[in-house]
């Protein structure tokens, strides 16, 4: 028995007895999905009231040094490069698009793993590779960042601490939140990284803010010939 679990990449017979026990409890989370009310009250408080707590979380534990860093290098830099992939993080490093040519900010994103190596390998020390990965695991990430180092740029992740894309990066903007029970409830954990983006880029604002005046300003009086007639609709949303 003790080589078959050590086979099996266990230590001993009570390891396996563990790894088994957590593995029976991902699956049953699967087959016996939780079962709570679903009137839309119920969801909608659910939904909010999860949103709420990870952003408070989220903000309790988040290094501010570190955001002020990743700041400052975005805002000196010549381009930068936002890489994510899969549905969150795609959806995050196109809100990073978003936020930071706004405020002047030369950026493009790729959620394409091939483009990001292709990409990371023609970068320069002048430029910044961003990416994020709610899991850490994204080894394509990983490669991408480490073809960015070498050519001298530098890297910003937002994942989980202590994760392989944390490791690979020079700044970490770490999000460490739990995932409840409810298999059907979309990830709280969206919530606390477009808080994140929207700290960051209110940074960066704060750092160039001439400049970022200024591309606002353009911007908005844009809209208003154009679009809404008045100063009083969204920047742009």
Request: positive net charge; hydrophobic residues 40%; proline residues 3%.
């Amino acid at each position: 028995m003790t080589r078959f679990c050590r086979r099996l990449g266990c230590n001993s017979f009570s390891d396996f007895k563990v790894t088994l026990a957590k593995s029976s409890y991902v699956g049953l989370r699967y087959l016996r999905p939780e079962a709570k009310s679903s009137t839309p009250s119920e969801v909608a408080e659910d939904i909010v009231t999860k949103a709420q707590k990870a952003l408070f979380m989220m903000h309790d534990a988040l290094d501010m040094a570190a955001m002020e860093r990743a700041a400052q290098t975005l805002s000196g830099a010549e381009m930068i490069y936002a890489f994510g992939s899969g549905g969150n993080s795609s959806m995050i490093v196109n809100e990073m698009q978003n936020r930071l040519f706004r405020l002047g900010a030369r950026i493009t994103t790729s959620t394409d793993h091939g483009m990001q190596m292709m990409q990371a390998s023609a970068v320069t020390p002048r430029d910044v590779v961003i990416g994020s990965s709610f899991s850490g695991r994204n080894a394509e990430l990983v490669r991408a960042f480490g073809l960015a180092r070498d050519q001298g740029a530098k890297t910003i992740a937002l994942t989980q601490s202590g994760s392989p894309v944390a490791e690979a990066a020079d700044m970490v903007l770490a999000v460490d939140l739990p995932e409840g029970e409810n298999i059907f409830r979309p990830s709280s954990t969206r919530y606390a990284m477009l808080a994140v983006v929207d700290i960051l880029a209110n940074l960066v604002a704060y750092t160039n803010r001439k400049e970022s005046a200024a591309t606002l300003r353009r911007i908005k009086e844009s809209l208003i010939r154009h679009r809404d007639g008045d100063d009083r609709q969204l920047l742009g949303d």
